[in-house]
T-cell receptor, first 115, second 117 residues
Framework: AQTVTQSQPEMSVQEAETVTLSCTYD???????LFWYKQPPSRQMILVIR??????QNATENRFSVNFQKAAKSFSLKISDSQLGDAAMYFC????????????FGTGTRLQVTL | DSGVTQTPKHLITATGQRVTLRCSPR?????VYWYQQSLDQGLQFLIQ???????AKGNILERFSAQQFPDLHSELNLSSLELGDSALYFC????????????????FGSGTRLTVV
């Protein structure tokens, strides 16, 4: 079974600075998908960014980018120009490439953004 | 509005009782997933339905059951409730149809917060 590990329970960043959240995963599959979800205080789960394992190019969505290292099974999230609204729990998630497969989540990293 | 509708938003009930949580997926999505998130915890996969059939089971207790109806909405039934069942229950649907398969992430509903007293 696949596992997802987020080793940073909490992180803090100053507004306008850059922060990187770590995620590692364990799988024997070669084709899969990785995601970062954001959960603000409202508790809504919001998709931040996704990465296909077959793509070498790292995904980017505005201020959010990932560093995907397939061999190392690492998938970190970089948030640039941090804003107060970025404060939330961030979950890394893994999904197999099979049809209608489930998401496996890490335990989350709580990000605080300070002035 | 994500397009995934969960009702009710909040539910308070006593131990030993039974409740039903309802989920309507995004239009056209065939897959429905249920997750449980206890306080300050990650999301634990409970069960998945695809086009009316159970597809996968996770750490779902025997006291819990679910089904997906012909109109694709799903219900999660929780019975003999215990204090430890208090949690946020999420439903999510994914972009999968009979003729197309994409591997985007799920779209989550806003959750049902269950409090067992």
């Amino acid at each position: 079974a696949q596992t997802v590990t987020q080793s940073q329970p909490e992180m803090s960043v100053q507004e306008a600075e850059t922060v990187t959240l770590s995620c590692t995963y364990d799988t024997s599959e070669s084709d899969y998908y990785l995601f970062w979800y954001k959960q603000p205080p409202s508790r809504q789960m919001i998709l931040v960014i996704r990465q296909e394992a077959y793509k070498q190019q790292n995904a980017t969505e505005n201020r959010f980018s990932v560093n995907f290292q397939k061999a190392a099974k690492s998938f970190s999230l970089k948030i640039s120009d941090s804003q107060l609204g970025d404060a939330a729990m961030y979950f890394c998630a893994y999904r197999s490439s099979g049809t209608a497969s489930k998401l496996t989540f890490g335990t989350g990293t709580r990000l605080q953004v300070t002035l | 509005d994500s397009g995934v509708t969960q009702t009710p938003k909040h539910l308070i009930t006593a131990t030993g009782q039974r409740v039903t949580l309802r989920c309507s997926p995004r239009s056209g999505d065939l897959s429905v997933y249920w997750y449980q998130q206890s306080l300050d915890q990650g999301l634990q996969f409970l069960i998945q339905y695809y086009n009316g059939e159970e597809r996968a089971k996770g750490n779902i207790l025997e006291r819990f059951s679910a089904q997906q109806f012909p109109d694709l909405h799903s219900e999660l039934n929780l019975s003999s409730l215990e204090l430890g069942d208090s949690a946020l229950y999420f439903c999510a649907s994914s972009v999968e149809t009979v003729t197309a398969f994409t591997n985007y992430g799920y779209t989550f509903g806003s959750g049902t917060r269950l409090t067992v007293v």
